[in-house]
C-alpha cells in the first residue's frame, strides 16, 4: 500500500524559513512525479509545486516562486520543500501526493496526512 508521511512543519514568524519532508513508502518512488499541495482552514487546496520523476525540473505557484525550493531524492525516497521569506499567507496544512503531472492536484485520497506550517508573529 502506498504511503506518504510529511514532517517538517511548524510555526515561524514573518521571514522565517521550515524545511518540509515527504517520506514515500509502498511504492517505486522514482517513477512518479511529485507534487506539494497545501490548504489553508476554510479554502480549497492550491496546488504549491511539483517535481518530474527525474528530479531536474521543478515547477511552482506565482504566489511561491523565488521563496520556495523543490528537491527530491528517489535513492532515499524522499521530497523537500524548502521554505523561505515565509509569510501570514503561507499559513495552511502542507500535503504531498502523486501527480499525474509535476502541476497536478490528485484526489485527496492520494495525499499524506499533512504537517501544519503557521507563520505569525
Known amino acids: 500500500e502506498a504511503q506518504l508521511v510529511e514532517s517538517g512543519g511548524g510555526m515561524v514568524q514573518p521571514g522565517g524559513t521550515l524545511r518540509l519532508s515527504c517520506s514515500g513508502s509502498g511504492f517505486v518512488f522514482r517513477r512518479y512525479d511529485m507534487v506539494w499541495i497545501r490548504q489553508a482552514p476554510g479554502k480549497g487546496p492550491e496546488w504549491v509545486s511539483g517535481m518530474d520523476t527525474t528530479g531536474t525540473i521543478p515547477f511552482y505557484a506565482d504566489s511561491v516562486k523565488g521563496r520556495f525550493t523543490i528537491s527530491r531524492d528517489n535513492a532515499k525516497n524522499i521530497m523537500y520543500l524548502e521554505m523561505n521569506s515565509l509569510k501570514p499567507e503561507d499559513t495552511a496544512r502542507y500535503y504531498c501526493?502523486?501527480?499525474?503531472?509535476?502541476?497536478?492536484?490528485?484526489?485527496?485520497?492520494?495525499w499524506g496526512q499533512g504537517t501544519q506550517v503557521t507563520v505569525s508573529s
Open positions: 501526493a502523486r501527480g499525474r503531472s509535476p502541476t497536478d492536484v490528485p484526489a485527496r485520497g492520494d
